[in-house]
């Protein structure tokens, strides 16, 4: 089974930072596309931003501007540095990677989720 592990989350002021990390932590063949998305309380789970493995971007707009993702494919670990945070980006934050296993096939995963507070 592949595991895919969050770090980062936490509590700050609005207008401060986090950076989130997301580590594919189990051996594979390779790491495709990797995502964040995140649930607000009593809200659907919504798209933040998205990475390729070639490093193509994108991002929703309500986060445009100020959130940033990146990755090293070296680590299979992929980041989120959030900046200009708001109360409304309150969320449980996940990470999903879609991954080749050697095990044969490859399939969608998602990471356990990290909360982040912002506070007013």
């Known amino acids: 089974q592949v595991q895919l592990v969050e770090s980062g989350g936490g509590l700050v002021q609005a207008g401060g930072s986090l950076r989130l990390s997301c580590a594919v932590s189990?051996?594979?063949?390779?790491?495709?596309?990797m995502n964040w998305y995140r649930q607000a309380p009593g809200k659907q789970r919504e798209f933040v931003a998205g990475?390729?493995?070639?490093?193509?971007?994108n991002y929703a707009d309500s986060v445009k501007g100020r959130f940033a993702i990146s990755r090293d494919n070296t680590k299979n670990t992929m980041y989120l540095e959030m900046n200009s945070l708001k109360p409304e980006d309150t969320a449980v934050y996940y990470c999903n990677a879609d991954c080749r296993r050697y095990s044969g096939g490859r399939s969608n995963y998602w990471g356990q989720g990290t909360q982040v507070t912002v506070s007013s």
């Open positions: 990475i390729t493995r070639e490093l193509a971007t």
């Open positions: 189990t051996r594979v063949v390779s790491v495709g596309a």
